[in-house]
T-cell receptor
Framework: QKEVEQNSGPLSVPEGAIASLNCTYSDRGSQSFFWYRQYSGKSPELIMSIYSNGDKEDGRFTAQLNKASQYVSLLIRDSQPSDSATYLCAPGPTDKLIFGTGTRLQVFP | NAGVMQNPRHLVRRRGQEARLRCSPMKGHSHVYWYRQLPEEGLKFMVYLQKENIIDESGMPKERFSAEFPKEGPSILRIQQVVRGDSAAYFC??????????????FGEGSRLTVL
C-alpha cells in the first residue's frame, strides 16, 4: 500500500512567515496527494489536493508536487496562529487513504 | 445536509466490556471508513466498508474488533473485551466515491473511548 513519510515536528514559525510542510513517498505509482488539517481534539478536514506535477494554489495555500524527486509539499503563506494544527499527507490513487504521521505546525504571534 | 454523525462522542468502559461505536455517513455517501488515533499518534486506517460489504479490513486487529455496515442503519465498529490499549479516538469518514477515486473523505467528530 502507498505510504508517505512526514517530519512530526513541531515546526514553529512566526506569524506572517511562510510555513513549509513536506511529505516524501517511495511508491512511484502515487499520482495524487491529499493534504488534511487536524486541529487538536478535532477531526481531519481536506484542505488541498494535487493531481499533477507542479504547483496548485488556493488562497494562502500552495501544494507542490515533484514526481521525479518523489516529494510533495504544502506552503502556507502569511501564516496565522489559526493555522496551528497537524497537517497530514496521504497519497493516491487508492481505495483507502493511508495517512502519514503528520507534521505539527505552531505559528507564534 | 448533515455531516457524518458519530455516537457516542465519549464512551467509558471497564476492561472486558464491549464498546459499540456508530457512524451515519453523509447523505448520498455509500463508502465508510474507520480510523483509529491513539493519543499523540497518527491516524491509522482500520476498515473500509460499503453497504453490506467489507471491502478492506487490513487495518483491523485480528481479534476482538469487527465492523459492519448494514443495508439499513449506521455502520458499527464493535470492540469486544476492551483493554486499556484500546483507549483512543475512533474516527469515521464517508465518501461519495470509492475505488481508486478515493481522495476526499468527510470525517465525523470522532468517538473517544476510554478504558478504565
Amino acid at each position: 500500500q502507498k505510504e508517505v513519510e512526514q517530519n512530526s515536528g513541531p515546526l514553529s514559525v512566526p506569524e506572517g512567515a511562510i510555513a513549509s510542510l513536506n511529505c516524501t513517498y517511495s511508491d512511484r505509482g502515487s499520482q495524487s496527494f491529499f493534504w488534511y488539517r487536524q486541529y487538536s481534539g478535532k477531526s481531519p478536514e481536506l484542505i488541498m489536493s494535487i493531481y499533477s506535477n507542479g504547483d496548485k494554489e488556493d488562497g494562502r495555500f500552495t501544494a507542490q508536487l515533484n514526481k521525479a524527486s518523489q516529494y510533495v509539499s504544502l506552503l502556507i503563506r502569511d501564516s496565522q496562529p489559526s493555522d496551528s494544527a497537524t497537517y497530514l499527507c496521504a497519497p493516491g490513487p487508492t481505495d483507502k487513504l493511508i495517512f502519514g504521521t503528520g507534521t505539527r505546525l505552531q505559528v507564534f504571534p | 445536509n448533515a455531516g457524518v454523525m458519530q455516537n457516542p462522542r465519549h464512551l467509558v468502559r471497564r476492561r472486558g466490556q464491549e464498546a459499540r461505536l456508530r457512524c451515519s455517513p453523509m447523505k448520498g455517501h455509500s463508502h465508510v471508513y474507520w480510523y483509529r488515533q491513539l493519543p499523540e499518534e497518527g491516524l491509522k486506517f482500520m476498515v473500509y466498508l460499503q453497504k453490506e460489504n467489507i471491502i478492506d479490513e487490513s487495518g483491523m486487529p485480528k481479534e476482538r474488533f469487527s465492523a459492519e455496515f448494514p443495508k439499513e442503519g449506521p455502520s458499527i465498529l464493535r470492540i469486544q473485551q476492551v483493554v486499556r490499549g484500546d483507549s483512543a479516538a475512533y474516527f469515521c469518514a464517508s465518501s461519495p466515491r470509492g475505488g481508486s477515486d478515493t481522495g476526499e473523505l468527510f470525517f465525523g467528530e470522532g468517538s473517544r473511548l476510554t478504558v478504565l
